[in-house]
């Protein structure tokens, strides 16, 4: 009689693309999982990502603190995949590899000046305490203008933070250092500028009423002429009527204020007091962004917001540059690797958007490896540095409850000594 034994699966990045995939793994297979994580802590953007007053987003991770602390699954934090270990050595030793390490960097605007600019991601890493992101410096008390470029949640997450009561971000778990600079901030007004129309926007409207709510608004009525709503489907609908209704409330004269700009592109910034924006005012023809005049702006801050990129970790691998993905078929890459998260679907998406395709995934997982040949042992590491496992998160978290976020990995592995 065959006794099948367990398979051994890795999966590369603790957010919720890997951390679904697990979750399915052990509830539907007799599967050990071993989940790798850069950082000494687990969740990914829900930790490092989500906004620090969208509380309720992170409430998944009540199903991932499950999934950690199965007793199929082991976390092991502190561990860079590619330079600790490489993709060989988790081959050898595991049946099946699961990459879903995410989208770590952003997408450039390729203008003369982009130095200038600021990138929303390492603003949205700086304010939820990211490590590699807690020591930079925004100088927001000598700004009131912002521009942000790109019309995605991003984008609104980052006016959102910019704009709320400084009382109100108080309450949440933002960084200490955060909530410090930008209780200094001056910033007074917001530009959430597009490069096409209010129809192509790609934020969502539960994230555009917020908005709305916390800060007065400034929209254009006229970039709305000549819209037919009833022709539009229904999310897209209600999403252009809000912009609609809240471009026909009157104008008023507010100490601060947002608004949304269209039919734009950046050309160049150049720097002297402050920041000169030369932007290319666009048409829509057939759906093409065609330029047909300039307009130079001032400003004081200029975020750039307009998409993560995946990066290549395993150049064996194939990598799709365009769409920043690893190509896959359903999630497989070849005999043994599979990709999820972000990494397989491009850095756009929801929670819930990652959580099923993880899901699809990790069946073709099981699929794969239900026919009961002999199953590889798993990985023995043996680092030179300190590698996390779920407890020591749990002494992070636990110190946390009393002095606020860690924002580096040398505190975190100080804590857990
Ligand atoms: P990630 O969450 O990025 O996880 C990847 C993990 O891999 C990370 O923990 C990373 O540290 C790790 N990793 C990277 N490289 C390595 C390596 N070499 N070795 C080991 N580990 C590695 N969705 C919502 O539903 N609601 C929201 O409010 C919301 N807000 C968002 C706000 C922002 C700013 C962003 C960017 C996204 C937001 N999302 C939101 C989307 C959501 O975060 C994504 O759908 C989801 O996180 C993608 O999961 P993932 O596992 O692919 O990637």
Same mark, same amino acid.
């Given at each position: 009689?065959?006794?099948?034994?367990?398979?051994?699966?890795?999966?590369?990045?603790?957010?919720?693309?890997?951390?679904?995939?697990?979750?399915?793994?052990?509830?539907?297979?007799?599967?050990?999982?071993?989940?790798?994580?850069?950082?000494?802590?687990?969740?990914?953007?829900?930790?490092?990502?989500?906004?620090?007053?969208?509380?309720?987003?992170?409430?998944?991770?009540?199903?991932?603190?499950?999934?950690?602390?199965?007793?199929?699954?082991?976390?092991?934090?502190?561990?860079?995949?590619?330079?600790?270990?490489?993709?060989?050595?988790?081959?050898?030793?595991?049946?099946?590899?699961?990459?879903?390490?995410?989208?770590?960097?952003?997408?450039?605007?390729?203008?003369?000046?982009?130095?200038?600019?600021?990138?929303?991601?390492?603003?949205?890493?700086?304010?939820?305490?990211?490590?590699?992101?807690?020591?930079?410096?925004?100088?927001?008390?000598?700004?009131?203008?912002?521009?942000?470029?790109?019309?995605?949640?991003?984008?609104?997450?980052?006016?959102?933070?910019?704009?709320?009561?400084?009382?109100?971000?108080?309450?949440?778990?933002?960084?200490?250092?955060?909530?410090?600079?930008?209780?200094?901030?001056?910033?007074?007004?917001?530009?959430?500028?597009?490069?096409?129309?209010?129809?192509?926007?790609?934020?969502?409207?539960?994230?555009?009423?917020?908005?709305?709510?916390?800060?007065?608004?400034?929209?254009?009525?006229?970039?709305?002429? =000549?819209?037919?709503?009833?022709? #539009?489907?229904? &999310?897209?609908?209600?999403?252009?009527? @809000?912009?609609? %209704?809240?471009? $026909?409330?009157?104008?008023?004269?507010?100490?601060?204020?947002?608004?949304?700009?269209?039919?734009?592109?950046?050309?160049?910034?150049?720097?002297?007091?402050?920041?000169?924006?030369?932007?290319?005012?666009?048409?829509?023809?057939?759906?093409?962004?065609?330029?047909?005049?300039?307009?130079?702006?001032?400003?004081?801050?200029?975020?750039?917001?307009?998409?993560?990129?995946?990066?290549?970790?395993?150049?064996?691998?194939?990598?799709?540059?365009?769409?920043?993905?690893?190509?896959?078929?359903?999630?497989?890459?070849?005999?043994?690797?599979?990709?999820?998260?972000?990494?397989?679907?491009?850095?756009?998406?929801?929670?819930?958007?990652?959580?099923?395709?993880?899901?699809?995934?990790? =069946?073709?997982?099981?699929?794969? #490896?239900?026919? &009961?040949?002999?199953?590889?042992?798993? @990985?023995?590491? %043996?680092?030179? $540095?300190?590698?996390?496992?779920?407890?020591?998160?749990?002494?992070?978290?636990?110190?946390?409850?009393?002095?606020?976020?860690?924002?580096?990995?040398?505190?975190?592995?100080?804590?857990?000594?």
């Amino acid at each position: 009689k065959i006794i099948q034994r367990c398979k051994h699966v890795c999966v590369i990045g603790s957010g919720p693309g890997g951390l679904y995939a697990a979750q399915h793994l052990i509830k539907h297979g007799s599967m050990k999982v071993d989940v790798y994580e850069r950082l000494p802590v687990p969740f990914g953007l829900v930790r490092y990502g989500v906004a620090p007053d969208h509380p309720e987003v992170k409430n998944v991770v009540n199903s991932f603190n499950k999934v950690l602390s199965h007793p199929n699954v082991r976390f092991r934090g502190n561990v860079t995949i590619g330079e600790d270990v490489n993709l060989n050595q988790l081959m050898e030793a595991y049946d099946a590899v699961l990459l879903s390490y995410g989208s770590s960097e952003d997408r450039k605007l390729n203008i003369p000046g982009e130095e200038f600019v600021t990138s929303a991601r390492q603003f949205v890493g700086w304010y939820n305490g990211l490590p590699e992101n807690s020591n930079l410096q925004f100088d927001l008390s000598n700004s009131e203008t912002a521009f942000i470029v790109g019309q995605g949640n991003v984008a609104l997450d980052v006016a959102r933070i910019l704009l709320s009561p400084i009382d109100k971000l108080a309450k949440t778990d933002i960084a200490s250092h955060a909530l410090e600079t930008l209780s200094k901030s001056r910033i007074k007004r917001v530009s959430v500028i597009g490069r096409r129309g209010p129809l192509q926007v790609s934020f969502t409207i539960k994230e555009l009423r917020e908005l709305i709510g916390i800060c007065p608004t400034q929209f254009r009525e006229d970039d709305f002429y =000549g819209i037919n709503v009833d022709e #539009l489907p229904r &999310p897209k609908k209600r999403l252009v009527e @809000l912009m609609i %209704n809240t471009s $026909k409330i009157p104008l008023a004269i507010h100490d601060k204020y947002w608004t949304l700009e269209f039919l734009r592109s950046p050309l160049q910034i150049t720097k002297d007091n402050n920041l000169k924006v030369k932007f290319a005012l666009n048409q829509l023809q057939n759906e093409k962004v065609v330029p047909v005049g300039e307009e130079i702006r001032n400003c004081d801050i200029v975020f750039r917001s307009v998409g993560y990129q995946g990066k290549i970790l395993f150049p064996e691998l194939p990598w799709d540059e365009r769409s920043s993905i690893i190509p896959n078929v359903e999630g497989k890459v070849s005999e043994g690797i599979y990709v999820t998260g972000w990494l397989k679907t491009g850095p756009r998406g929801v929670i819930l958007n990652t959580m099923s395709d993880a899901f699809a995934v990790a =069946g073709q997982i099981l699929k794969d #490896l239900e026919s &009961p040949s002999s199953s590889k042992p798993g @990985l023995d590491l %043996n680092l030179k $540095k300190r590698i996390t496992s779920y407890e020591d998160y749990m002494k992070i978290i636990e110190y946390e409850k009393s002095n606020g976020k860690v924002t580096s990995v040398q505190k975190m592995l100080e804590i857990i000594q």
